[in-house]
């Protein structure tokens, strides 16, 4: 059974940092491009970053590139964010997913969610003074 869980997750005072963890298990990890989506409140998911099967290749939304960093650990079958500066509008849930393919595809950068075949719960990212 393919399992995501998603940690990491908190409230955070603006400009601060966090970082998520993902842990992937019922699959073979290191075949698979990973990403990170996020739903704000009342909003719809919006695609954060992508990285591909080997952690060679990553790809972030223009809004966000500079602040967040994405990486994994195939030996440990996890994935990560790293969220710097964080603004009260980074305030979403953020999911990580696991891609039908290895590579980052234009479609992933496109934030579609077809692109995916199994997601996380979610963790909550609050960011407020």
């Known amino acids: 059974e393919v399992q995501l869980v998603e940690s990491g997750g908190g409230l955070v005072q603006p400009g601060g940092s966090l970082r998520l963890s993902c842990a992937a298990s019922?699959?073979?990890?290191?075949?698979?491009?990973m990403s990170w989506v996020r739903q704000a409140p009342g909003k719809a998911l919006e695609w954060v970053s992508a990285i591909n099967s080997d952690g060679s290749s990553a790809a972030y939304s223009d809004s966000l590139k500079g602040r967040f960093t994405i990486s994994r650990d195939n030996a440990k079958n996890t994935l990560y964010l790293q969220m710097h500066s964080l603004k009260p509008e980074d305030t979403a849930v953020y999911f990580c997913a696991k891609a039908l393919g290895a590579e980052v595809s234009v479609t992933i950068k496109k934030g579609l969610t077809i692109e995916y075949d199994y997601w996380g719960q979610g963790t909550q990212v609050t960011v407020s003074s």
């Open positions: 019922g699959f073979t990890f290191s075949n698979y491009a």
